[in-house]
C-alpha cells in the first residue's frame, strides 16, 4: 500500500518531465540557432552562464514567489516548475547542441549554399538530423538529469513522487522505508528512460 502511495506521483513526474523536456528541447534548439548564426550572441551567452552558474532550487523559488511580484501574475505550481526547468534544461540542451554543430564539417553550410537551399531547409532537412544523431547520448543525459531535478518541485507542495514519500513519512514517522521506496521507483524510471534511450540509439545506428 505504501509502495502504491508513492508511486501514484509518478504521472505527476513524468508530467513536468515531459512539458520540461519539450520547452526545453525548442528553446535549446532556438538558442543554439541563433548563436551559430551571430544573432544576439553576447545576450544568449550571458543568460546561459547566469542559468548554469544558479541553482535549480533558487530560479524555481525566483520563478514562483519573485516573479510575480515583478509580472502582477499568480504563477501556479505547474507553470512556475515547468517553466523553470525547461530554461534550466534549455542552457544546457544550448551547449549540448553548440558541441554537434562544432563537429560538423563547415562546408556543409557553403554546398547548402551553393546549390540554392534555403536556410529553413538547410537546418530542418540537414543540419539538425546530423547534430541530434551525434549528440543524441548526451541528449538522454540530459532527460535524466531534468527527469531527476523535477523532485523539486515537492517544496511548493506538488504531490509527485517525493512529495508523495515525505507525506507517508510525516504520517508513520518513519523516514526511511518511505525513502527508499522513492528511491526504487525513481531508479527504475530512469532506467526505463536509458533503455529506451539505448533502443533508439542503436536503431538510429543501424538505419
Given at each position: 500500500?505504501?509502495?502504491?502511495?508513492?508511486?501514484?506521483?509518478?504521472?505527476?513526474?513524468?508530467?513536468?518531465?515531459?512539458?520540461?523536456i519539450f520547452l526545453g528541447g525548442i528553446m535549446g534548439i532556438f538558442l543554439a540557432v541563433?548563436?551559430?548564426l551571430k544573432h544576439g550572441v553576447l545576450a544568449?551567452?550571458?543568460?546561459?552562464?547566469?542559468?548554469r552558474g544558479t541553482p535549480v532550487l533558487l530560479q524555481l523559488s525566483f520563478v514562483?514567489?519573485?516573479?510575480?511580484?515583478?509580472?502582477?501574475?499568480?504563477?501556479?505550481?505547474?507553470?512556475?516548475g515547468v517553466l523553470t526547468l525547461g530554461i534550466n534544461s534549455a542552457a544546457y540542451l544550448?551547449?549540448?547542441?553548440?558541441?554537434?554543430?562544432?563537429?560538423?564539417?563547415k562546408g556543409q553550410f557553403e554546398v547548402c549554399q551553393a546549390l540554392g537551399i534555403s536556410k529553413w531547409h538547410t537546418w530542418k532537412d540537414i543540419i539538425l538530423p546530423q547534430?541530434?544523431?551525434?549528440?543524441?547520448?548526451?541528449?538522454?543525459?540530459?532527460?535524466?538529469?531534468?527527469?531527476k531535478e523535477t523532485a523539486l518541485v515537492s517544496v511548493l507542495g506538488e504531490m509527485d513522487i517525493m512529495r508523495r514519500a515525505q507525506t507517508l513519512a510525516a504520517e508513520t514517522y518513519n523516514y526511511f522505508e518511505?525513502?527508499?521506496?522513492?528511491?526504487?521507483?525513481?531508479?527504475?524510471?530512469?532506467?526505463?528512460?536509458?533503455?529506451?534511450?539505448?533502443?533508439l540509439e542503436q536503431r538510429w545506428h543501424h538505419a
Open positions: 500500500d505504501d509502495f502504491l502511495f508513492v508511486a501514484k506521483g509518478l504521472p505527476t513526474t513524468l508530467t513536468y518531465s515531459f512539458l520540461a541563433s548563436r551559430q544568449i551567452t550571458g543568460v546561459i552562464s547566469v542559468i514562483y514567489f519573485a516573479a510575480p511580484a515583478l509580472i502582477g501574475i499568480k504563477l501556479s505550481v505547474l507553470v512556475a544550448a551547449e549540448i547542441l553548440r558541441s554537434g554543430l562544432q563537429s560538423l564539417p547534430v541530434l544523431r551525434n549528440v543524441f547520448p548526451s541528449l538522454i543525459n540530459e532527460i535524466v538529469a531534468l527527469t518511505p525513502m527508499c521506496l522513492a528511491g526504487i521507483i525513481y531508479y527504475l524510471l530512469i532506467k526505463t528512460i536509458e533503455f529506451i534511450g539505448k533502443k
